[in-house]
């Protein structure tokens, strides 16, 4: 038996019930079920914490939201002559660079220390290719040569940057 005693402000009064060893004393739910509901309610404060996030809108207004997500680059495309097909390069806006700075940037990282096979800036690294003559150090400046792509790692240098790079580097070694 569960007894339960309630006061009133007219009295008090006894109340009788029979006792299921399953049923939860105050709740009147039984102890298999708790979990149930316990899983239940968990589930929902998740769906509803996940979902309050959702629908947050970012501040500012739409221009600013546009600008904000913009892209910060241009894609440069080759022009195409209708007329014959032929392509032309867009043109490059900027002035050319020093090659002491475009070695700095690109070059020094592995001709340094040797990274993948590359000659350091050590003379006898550099006289067998030296002795090949300028236009095989150019050849493989442009097209790559073993681990070092194509342009070495400075791949908007024109052939003229990556020419003068090269000399720059071969009067460097001498």
Partial sequence: MHVRLFSFSSGVSLQVQPFEPDMHPDLGVTM??????????????????ASSGALAIPPGTDAEIRERISPFGQLRRPQVDEDNGAVAEAPVEREPRAAEAIYAQFCGTCHE??????????????????????DVLYASTINGLGAMPPGGTCFDCSEDELKKTVDWMVEAVQ
């Fill in 113 to 134: 220390i040797g990274v993948g096979g590359a000659p350091r800036m050590v003379a006898a690294e550099w006289d067998d290719r030296i002795a090949q003559g300028m």
């Fill in 32 to 49: 298999l079920q708790l979990p149930v509901i316990a899983m239940r309610l968990l589930a929902v404060a998740i769906i509803a914490v």
